[in-house]
């Protein structure tokens, strides 16, 4: 007998979070995530997401054990940017049966026709400013830091009740011994010719972290308006993701693109601490999984590229192959020789060509899917 029921009270969230840990048990590529930063994600008192949306979280039993979990999202910011009346499903993870997938769906997509909207998306935790999407391809390894993992057979669930594709995100791979030296001398000119313009790059100033926090919310939620799916991102919500990246942050690794003293281009590349975070049972920091992860930071070997922009008048002028290939020296003189640059939708040409040129390949994929309702 399959039962769907509503989370409620902190027990019931403490299920939510930790099912995962029971289903992926053993898979070795499974990254726990943190049990401190889920719950503040998730509970309504603390989210800066749920101060200005809201979502319902289900549960699954089958003969009164946990299978499957979904989260039903009406994103308020997203309806009002967009002008589509359309939610999400995240947090979605189940066992391997077709029924409990359909009850599942059915129920979030049942608490999204409640709310007025016509059409869901997903996953999305909570949107695309956080982690998101399906593994579509590459299960075979770990993700890299604030990307999901799922079993294959996801896909198939959601395609059998319906969904289809609505984009896909691409992850590029860089790995090199060294860098060639025509992207070196190209980066080179690329860079005297900006300084001509008057442009310069620095690294992010730590000593001032708040307000270059705030100096870097603007372009980035400018120059992601484009991509599909985007919604700009409140300042609660940068500031939530700017403590819980703090701990982890190498200054290296954060550029500024500057003209006259403004801002217009930001990179932000962060140690793919997943490295460590994998070793974490149950996702959890106490009693002994802060001083693993202390120990651990000094050991990654990778990195993720997590977010790359400029304002729109400033594109087309190298900015982003200079922050990429910096990412690349920096990496290279830290021992650090592999890196992922993601997520790149899929049509966005200019990202992928300035990828392709240093280098980069395709190797891993997400995908968001759609379904009316």
């Known amino acids: 007998m399959i039962e769907i029921?509503?989370?409620?009270?902190?027990?019931?969230?403490?299920?939510?979070?930790?099912?995962p840990h029971d289903l992926y048990a053993g898979d070795p590529n499974y990254v726990p995530m943190l049990y401190m930063e889920q719950e503040a994600l998730l509970n309504p008192r603390k989210s800066p997401f749920l101060q200005h949306s809201k979502a319902e979280y289900f549960l699954a039993r089958k003969d009164g054990k946990i299978v499957g979990r979904i989260a039903a999202i009406r994103n308020n910011n997203h309806i009002e940017f967009t002008g589509r009346n359309e939610g999400f499903f995240g947090f979605f993870d189940v066992i391997d049966d077709t029924e409990v997938s359909r009850r599942l769906f059915d129920t979030a997509a049942e608490w999204l026709r409640q709310e007025g909207l016509g059409k869901v998306i997903g996953p999305a935790n909570f949107s695309t400013n956080e982690v998101v999407g399906m593994l579509w391809e590459n299960f075979d390894e770990p993700p890299f830091v604030m990307n999901p993992y799922n079993f294959e057979y996801y896909n198939r669930l959601a395609e059998d009740y319906g969904f289809t594709k609505f984009t896909d995100?691409?992850?590029?791979?860089?790995?090199?011994?060294k860098l060639p030296q025509d992207i070196m001398e190209f980066a080179g000119k690329l860079e005297?010719?900006?300084?001509?313009?008057?442009?310069?790059?620095?690294?992010?100033?730590?000593?001032?972290?708040r307000e270059e926090i705030e100096k870097f919310l603007p372009v980035y939620n400018e120059s992601?308006?484009?991509n599909t799916g985007f919604v700009p991102m409140t300042d609660a919500e940068i500031r939530q993701i700017a403590k819980d990246l703090k701990p982890v942050i190498d200054p290296d690794y954060i550029y500024f693109a500057e003209k006259d003293g403004k801002v217009i281009g930001v990179s932000?590349?962060?140690?793919?601490?997943?490295?460590v975070q994998i070793k974490l049972r149950?996702?959890?920091?106490?009693p002994f999984g802060f001083i693993k992860l202390l120990l651990g930071l000094k050991k990654i070997k990778s990195i993720r590229i997590l977010a790359l922009g400029t304002l729109k008048e400033y594109r087309r002028l190298g900015i982003d192959v200079c922050f990429y290939v910096r990412n690349m020296k920096t990496s290279l003189d830290k021992g650090i020789k592999r890196g992922e640059a993601s997520w790149i939708l899929e049509h966005n040409e200019m990202m992928n060509r300035a990828l392709e040129h240093i280098g980069g390949r395709v190797y891993r994929k997400y995908r968001l899917y759609e379904k009316e309702i």
């Open 224 to 226: 992601w308006t484009e």
């Open 192 to 209: 005297e010719r900006l300084a001509s313009r008057g442009i310069a790059i620095r690294k992010i100033n730590m000593k001032y972290y």
């Open 282 to 286: 149950r996702g959890r920091l106490f």
């Open 169 to 177: 995100l691409l992850c590029y791979e860089l790995r090199d011994s």
């Open 5 to 19: 029921s509503k989370v409620e009270g902190k027990q019931q969230l403490r299920q939510f979070i930790d099912f």
């Open 268 to 275: 932000l590349t962060i140690p793919n601490v997943n490295e």
